[in-house]
């Protein structure tokens, strides 16, 4: 029976597992996206740093509540130690000694101890750096969101890249193979020369090898595309928006004119909170010198018995209790903690510094990625047109090679700046939802 079971649990875990690889799904460019923020693993980690970073405020807080610790003890005396006393306390000859137990063979205690912290410098300052730290694991958790939200567009835009190639030269084969098949045929009627023929079987060899070559690329990008959503990389998904569509929605030059609010940027974002952080390792060092207090109040009962008898009602436990306050007061540490004082100074000038480089460097991204946008526009423009002149000039040298008033190394020359021009007008397509994306993300407003 239980090797029964123990089948049937591996053949329902297996069957799900097959479900999941084989489940299709089908998504739009921020479809993908919104699911991708909630299963890519960087993210469910970076999730997971914030729920951290609560406890560790939580830890923080709590060290400076109200504490309590009980204790129970229980001791067996096997053989009680001897004490030698001098015998003229019982009435001995002086000079001579007898030999004497103390206490009893069982002995039992319990006791409970609550402590309070009164005032600590550090803990005032502790508190506050938890607060910071959390604000920097939510701000390291916008960066991974960012950063996931542009590995999904570039990963979304490979695959329809891809694709397109893959179309593209499976048109180009189709258009080459007839080509090649007329000319074999005009070749036989003795019209034109065997090296017409040879050179468009060059051209149609190249354009098998890119559309293999295109193939495998895109699977490999489908793939890519599904590890950075999250889901098994074997899994069926099928995109909604197609190239085109999406380069014309992300050409938008008054995005250009986009106030800039460096502030804003997320690396700005966390390089503050490093700042901070070392602002309050400063102050925390210096609370070191002040003295903290703390208050405690104990209860306790002991019994003893030269047989075990704790749970009688006879049983006689003689109770104390203690209330105290303790206060310690740092005096001389022979420069310790003036030196780790200036290493924390030290620390936050570095900080201060990098806080300044990092404000430079934001506005140089920034600029470099509206740069990047507006070249990227511009270079789809120039090469949809240049794709739709190539694509006049390789039609007008197919009717002159047909009419015999072009060599076929003039029709394979206009054959190559098509194929060309083909693969960097739908390059430039993807180029343009990329650096649309990265200007978005420097500037923090996807």
Request: proline share 2%; glycine share 4%.
């Amino acid at each position: 029976m239980n090797k029964l079971f123990i089948l049937l649990g591996f053949v329902l875990i297996t069957t799900i597992g097959v479900a999941q690889q084989n489940q299709k799904y089908k998504f739009t460019l921020e479809q993908a996206i919104n699911f991708a923020l909630d299963s890519n693993y960087t993210a469910i980690n970076s999730r997971r740093e914030i729920a951290k970073a609560i406890k560790k405020k939580w830890e923080t807080t709590a060290s400076g509540l109200p504490q309590i610790n009980a204790n129970i003890s229980y001791q067996n005396n096997l053989k009680l130690p001897v004490t030698i006393l001098p015998a003229e306390i019982i009435g001995g000859e002086p000079g001579t000694f007898v030999p004497v137990t103390f206490g009893t063979k069982e002995n039992a205690s319990l006791g409970a101890t609550l402590t309070q912290l009164i005032f600590d410098g550090s803990y005032l300052v502790g508190l506050q750096a938890a607060k910071t730290f959390l604000e920097y694991s939510e701000n390291s958790d916008e960066k991974v969101q960012l950063e996931v939200r542009k590995g999904v567009i570039n990963a979304y835009g490979s695959v329809l890249l891809s694709d397109e190639l893959v179309a593209i030269f499976m048109l180009n084969k189709t258009n080459l193979e007839k080509n090649l098949i007329e000319t074999k045929a005009i070749y036989k009627n003795g019209f034109t020369e065997e090296e017409s023929v040879e050179q468009l079987e060059i051209t149609l060899l190249n354009i098998e090898t890119q559309l293999k070559n295109s193939r495998r690329t895109l699977v490999i990008a489908k793939q890519m595309f599904n590890l950075a959503i999250g889901v098994d990389v074997e899994s069926d998904v099928e995109l909604l928006d197609n190239l085109d569509t999406l380069t014309k929605e992300n050409i938008d030059l008054s995005f250009l004119e986009k106030n800039i609010n460096i502030e804003d940027n997320i690396d700005f974002k966390i390089a503050s909170n490093f700042t901070r952080q070392r602002i309050l390792e400063l102050k925390l060092e210096k609370t070191y010198s002040m003295p903290n207090l703390s208050a405690f109040i104990n209860y306790g009962a002991q019994a003893n018995s030269e047989t075990f008898t704790f749970f009688s009602n006879e049983q006689i436990w003689y109770q104390s209790s203690v209330l105290g306050v303790s206060m310690n007061i740092p005096i001389i540490s022979s420069g310790l903690r003036k030196a780790r004082t200036q290493q924390a100074k030290i620390a936050l000038e570095q900080a201060e510094t990098n806080l300044t480089e990092t404000y430079q460097h934001v506005l140089l991204e920034i600029n470099t990625a509206k740069n990047n946008y507006q070249f990227a526009i511009e270079n789809y423009n120039d090469n949809k047109k240049n794709l739709n002149l190539s694509e006049r000039i390789e039609k007008k040298n197919q009717i002159k090679f047909t009419e015999g008033l072009a060599t076929s190394f003039d029709l394979r020359l206009a054959q190559i700046q098509l194929y060309t021009a083909q693969q960097s007008y739908f390059e430039s397509m993807l180029r343009v939802i990329t650096t649309k994306a990265d200007l978005e993300i420097v500037l923090n407003s996807p």
